[in-house]
């Protein structure tokens, strides 16, 4: 069965980075798509480099350098959970390879465990690529032995392991609660959302625990203690950090060893159950619900850019993967608003800490329209709106419609699904802080122009970086050129602001 592992998880991989293709084709086009793609993805690696080195630095500068391991790994264990479980069930479960698949000599456990590390690759590369460069500070100030770095790379090869099985896992169950109802896309969407506004919550919750120092005595006695309480924290809340931080201060083997056990312990026994109803799993999930009571009624009549949008609409609630990955800045942008109306402006100054600086609030005011903003352009669904199309885009443009209402329709209903967060987050914010009317004017005008923007950004981009030749809808929205650059473009658009505003207040 090894053997059979290893050559699935090769063909995968091949297919998901598309390598293959770029040492076969002969088209200097693809050949140049694929280079700017690795432009971008360069682009994007330095920055997350420099922000797992920056925090780190923050840190060992605050006298915390203990407590870098310990941060480095709860962040990848967060971000590879995050990440998994918006794709764990699509990847897992993807029905056309499952299809080509059944017929041939391989056992379900190998085809469930090539999937899983063709995800578990991808999360390893993000893990080393966050931990090297914070670990390469620790190591700077503190000057381990050669130990640490042994135990380092050990320790990062199993730490992503358990938040990738526990987020499969719950894609797993998800997929399988959605796929005995009728309408299981839609079921399957309203899970998810619900399980990543509980874990929000409960983030926020844990965040806002507890006081808030205020002045410099107070301030220096927390960091002092910082250290021990982060530890007692995250070991209550996530011990496998802990295990991991324990494992490279301490040089502690049985810490490593138990880290390693669990994570592999934990996808033994998951591959096992698996497998066991993998079948009837994607069977389902590939299976139609009849209706009963069909009666023929009359048609609708509407207009060109009506029948374009609601087609639009459709085919976006129709993909679970769509739906998750592009409504999370909306719900991230709705969180926020009801963050700040359940805990005051005051409160929320003092929570970041700004609370002895003159004139935070009007600050913190000031920059929450461009917060809200920057959340909202984080992914438009507009972004990734002409890829879904597919191999069918010839279709649509071969139809005698005008390629403007095409992309208009697009637009629109990027427009429509932000519409609803926007109204409630602004809202929630206008109860909140109470404006004059130049802030309530700023507080408006200032994210709708980030969602209009991001959404006409997202469709120009996609429309010059198209992917039509996809097998799965996780390559088009977690994996193409067009959301790189549009995520970069928002977030540029929303920390450029943010930087200038705080420049001019100290």
Not at 367 to 393: T, Y
Not at 424 to 435: D, F, G, H, R
Not at 478 to 484: E, G, L, N, P, T
Request: contains cysteine.
């Amino acid at each position: 069965m090894l053997r059979q592992i290893r050559l699935l998880t090769g063909i995968r991989l091949c297919n998901l980075f598309g390598i293959n293709e770029l040492r076969y084709t002969r088209d200097k086009g693809k050949r140049l798509r694929a280079a700017g793609l690795g432009v971008v993805w360069i682009l994007v690696l330095f920055m997350l480099a420099c922000y797992s080195g920056g925090y780190a630095w923050g840190l060992a500068a605050m006298g915390l350098e203990e407590t870098i391991p310990i941060v480095l790994a709860v962040t990848v264990s967060g971000a590879v959970f995050i990440f998994s479980f918006l794709k764990a069930g699509s990847v897992i479960f993807q029905r056309k390879d499952y299809e080509l698949q059944q017929p041939l000599p391989v056992k379900t456990a190998a085809i469930i465990t090539s999937r899983f590390l063709t995800m578990y690759v991808t999360d390893l590369m993000l893990s080393v690529l966050v931990m090297l460069p914070g670990l390469a500070v620790y190591a700077m100030h503190v000057r381990p032995g050669v130990l640490f770095w042994i135990y380092a790379v050990v320790g990062m090869g199993f730490l992503p392991l358990l938040p990738l099985t526990v987020a499969t896992i719950l894609g797993a169950v998800i997929l399988a609660v959605s796929a005995r109802w009728k309408h299981k896309n839609l079921v399957n969407i309203g899970l998810t959302l619900l399980l990543i506004l509980g874990t929000l919550g409960g983030s926020m919750v844990l965040s806002w625990q507890g006081g808030t120092p205020e002045g410099t005595d107070q301030l220096q006695n927390l960091l002092t203690g910082a250290a021990g309480l982060m530890k007692e924290k995250v070991g209550t809340l996530y011990p496998p950090a802990l295990w991991f931080g324990d494992a490279l201060l301490l040089q502690d083997v049985g810490r490593l060893l138990l880290l390693a056990g669990v994570s592999t312990a934990v996808f033994l026994v998951y591959t096992a159950v698996l497998q066991k109803h993998f079948s009837g799993i994607c069977t389902a999930l590939d299976a139609d619900s009849a209706r009963g009571g069909f009666s023929m009624k009359q048609g609708r009549k509407s207009g060109l850019l009506a029948s374009l949008w609601r087609r639009e609409l459709i085919r976006y609630v129709a993909s679970p993967v769509y739906v998750t990955n592009t409504i999370v800045g909306y719900i991230l942008m709705t969180v926020v608003s009801a963050g700040v109306l359940f805990v005051g402006p005051e409160r929320l100054v003092e929570l970041l800490g700004m609370s002895a600086q003159p004139g935070a609030q009007e600050m913190t005011e000031r920059l929450l329209p461009f917060l809200l903003g920057l959340l909202a352009a984080m992914m438009p669904p507009s972004c990734s709106s002409v890829s879904m199309e597919g191999r069918q885009w010839w279709i649509m443009q071969t139809l005698p419609v005008p390629p403007g209402l095409l992309y208009g329709a697009k637009f629109l209903a990027s427009l429509s699904v932000a519409l609803p967060f926007w109204l409630i987050s602004e809202v929630l914010c206008l109860a909140a802080i109470k404006p004059d009317p130049a802030g309530a004017a700023g507080l408006i005008l200032i994210p709708a122009l980030y969602l209009v923007g991001s959404a006409a950004a997202g469709l120009l981009i996609n429309s010059r970086f198209p992917v039509f030749d996809w097998d799965s809808e996780v390559r088009v929205v977690k994996q193409s050129a067009s959301v790189f650059l549009t995520m970069l473009l928002g977030m540029a658009a929303g920390i450029i602001p943010v930087l200038v505003i705080l420049n001019r207040s100290l």
